[in-house]
């Protein structure tokens, strides 16, 4: 596509349940990353996907995050029993190759709120 | 590990007034990448310096990288109430990290 395109781009979930955020990265784009932004806080890194290499999920707060990619397309990333403290907005980004000169793309993100 | 530190955490400044945010890493960077978030919206890449000393520059906008590639700066010449929004670098080592950010914001 023309974009990073991220869905919902609003969720409101219950505490404890399940969310499933999605990131469909720009036809091409090799890398892939996550990143969450507390409200009027900075970019925090969760995780990386280069092409068919394993992710580096250094950035996953705890074992409740998890994402998956398949091969360079769609990622979806998996918060389970959600918190309150996971409200944020969720970005996915993706570049043409792995951690070289290329700046990032950014979706529009997934505003998610832990009621 | 890795720290990306970034300063001021805010400006506020009158329309025409300059303005430059600082950035500096714990590590020697490859290289140092820009972003403008505008309020409501995500980050959008604005440029990547990576050579030590290296200057660019978008129209009022002056782009530094230090000559121990550890430090960077961003200077806006003049501010016009579009260029309100954060700031942010990025620093790749092994790894990219953002910094925290510097939000602008510009008084007509």
């Known amino acids: 596509g023309a974009g990073v395109s991220q869905s919902p781009s609003n969720k409101v979930t219950e505490k404890g349940k399940d969310v499933e955020l999605r990131c469909d990265p720009i036809?091409?784009?090799?890398?892939l990353y996550w990143y969450r932004q507390r409200l009027g806080q900075g970019l925090e890194f969760l995780i990386y996907?280069?092409?068919?290499?394993?992710?580096?999920k250094s950035g996953l707060p705890s074992d409740r995050f998890s994402a998956e990619r398949t091969g360079e397309s769609v990622s979806t990333l998996t918060i389970q029993r959600t918190q309150q403290e996971d409200s944020a907005v969720y970005l996915c980004a993706s570049s043409p190759f792995g951690q070289l000169s290329y700046g990032y793309t950014f979706g529009s993100g997934t505003r998610l709120t832990v009621v | 590990g890795q720290q990306v530190m970034q300063i001021p955490q805010y400006q506020h400044v009158q329309e025409g007034e300059d303005f430059t945010t600082y950035c500096n890493s714990s590590t020697t960077l490859s290289n140092i990448q820009w972003y403008k978030q505008r309020p409501g919206g995500h980050p959008v890449f604005l440029i990547q310096?990576?050579?030590?000393?290296e200057v660019k520059k978008q129209k009022r906008l002056t782009f530094q990288f230090g000559e121990a590639k550890k430090n960077s700066s961003l200077h806006i010449t003049a501010t016009q109430t579009t260029d309100v929004g954060t700031y942010f670098c990025a620093g790749r080592n092994n790894d990219m990290r953002f910094g925290a950010g510097t939000r602008l914001t510009v008084k007509p």
């Open positions: 996907f280069q092409g068919n290499s394993a992710p580096d």
């Open positions: 036809s091409g784009h090799t890398a």
């Open positions: 310096l990576v050579k030590s000393g």
